[in-house]
């Protein structure tokens, strides 16, 4: 079944500043947000989980302290629990020849999904896919690339509908991977489609391994950290050589404040989707908020970390920092 990868590096968090006066947000080439006016306070969003890898819905604010660029800090302005209360849902797929011998357990998780999940409303849930031998985009394609590695949107509501689990049932595995350019083809489809109140997580099923994206890795990460989305990330890779690849799934899902999955040869469909969502669900459940006052104002990037107080075996889970520059910069 898949197994959670235990988080080891301290992850930080999804950031909205907010604004003495009107605020002009835009972002750096980084793909971390830019703040271009005073700022009073930074407000994190989290979750921490226990040795087990489990979520802990029970904190306070004695359980942690928040290191911002080096300064700790434990006066807070205020601590609560996250007000997103549902999930906006994209399944991105892997359809590339190197993960064919796992594809019809990826497919089978996604229509797991699809058919029993009663808490994600049909118009919150979409699947996307890229790579594979022919696909079929419903009026909405990527980036400039032919149309044989376009990323694919094989249903953007209503997935379980009979057509719909018709054309997630005919996919077919095969050609090369552009891995890098989905994600940000995912992102940006998660942008324009984002509910307010929803938490938008981006669930990837992949080896990790690219060929032939015209944008990078670290573009990709930026975009997906701009769009707000956080990842997670189910290991299909089937090769003892895909080392580099789950590298790459278990470092974007961490920038995000996702979760990393294992997916192993034995694992069944049904098992493995309910693991995925019922880790995204406990991770809704216990997420937290937290602000502060900005401790430095310095330009360029800030670095965040979450750190426990008393209990050393707690982990927490959000971004990793934010650019920050002053008016007139």
């Known amino acids: 079944m898949l197994t959670h990868w235990h988080i080891r590096s301290v992850l930080l968090a999804l950031f909205v500043l907010t604004c003495a006066s009107t605020a002009d947000d835009t972002s750096r080439s980084s793909g971390l947000p830019t703040y271009r006016t005073t700022v009073s306070e930074v407000r994190v969003t989290f979750f921490a989980s226990d040795e087990n890898n489990h979520p802990v819905a029970t904190l306070t604010t004695s359980d942690f302290a928040v290191v911002d660029r080096e300064r700790v800090i434990r006066k807070f302005r205020s601590f609560t629990r996250s007000d997103e209360t549902t999930l906006d849902l994209v399944a991105l797929v892997d359809l590339s020849e190197s993960v064919a011998p796992r594809l019809r357990v990826a497919m089978s998780a996604v ?18 896919s890229f790579g594979g031998a022919s696909e079929e985009a419903s009026g909405e394609t990527s980036l400039g690339t032919s149309a044989a590695i376009r990323p694919a949107v094989l249903c953007a509501s209503g997935c379980g509908a009979s057509n719909s689990v018709s054309r997630l049932l005919a996919v077919k595995s095969g050609g090369t991977t552009p891995l890098f350019d989905a994600l940000i083809f995912g992102a940006d489809f998660i942008a324009h489609h984002r509910r307010a109140g929803a938490r938008p997580v981006l669930i990837l099923f992949s080896d990790g391994i690219d060929t032939i994206s015209l944008h990078s890795a670290r573009e990709a990460q930026d975009a997906v950290l701009d769009g707000g ?21 278990r470092q974007v899902s961490e920038a995000t404040g996702g979760r990393y999955f294992s997916s192993s040869p034995r694992s069944s469909p049904p098992d493995g989707a309910a693991t995925v969502l019922n880790a995204l ?48 910069h």
Do not use: K
Request: no cysteine.
């Open 229 to 249: 989305a956080l990842i997670y990330a189910v290991d299909i890779g089937t090769s003892a050589h895909h080392i580099s690849g789950s590298t790459f799934l």
């Open 111 to 128: 229509l797991q999904l699809v058919a029993h999940e009663q808490s994600i409303p049909a118009d919150n849930f979409a699947v996307l």
């Open 281 to 328: 669900l406990e991770d809704l459940r216990a997420s937290y908020v937290v602000s502060y006052d900005l401790p430095s104002h310095q330009p360029g990037f800030h670095s965040l970390r979450l750190l426990p107080t008393h209990n050393l075996n707690l982990t927490f889970h959000s971004r990793n920092g934010y650019y920050y520059e002053p008016s007139g």
